[in-house]
């Protein structure tokens, strides 16, 4: 991470903000007031990049993961096994 660098603010909104990386991804960062975010309780969320997101989503639901929140079009969160909450990304 300490080569990570960010390119610049693409979006901000109150409690929202959205950073550009070099390779064209981005860094998302939520406030604790930004709406429909409120599971998002457990720190930094870490992106799992999947090529088929319904597809990682049933295996998550398969395996007994909790999903967390509303599917987005491009993501999903979910409890990981330590308690956290992580996501899957499409790709």
Known sequence: MADMEITGLVRHDPDFWVFALPDGRNVEVFGKGFPGKEHLSTGPVVGF??????AAVEELRIAGAELLGGAGPTWQHFRGPDGTVDELVAD
């Open 49 to 54: 990049a999947v090529r088929d997101l319904a």
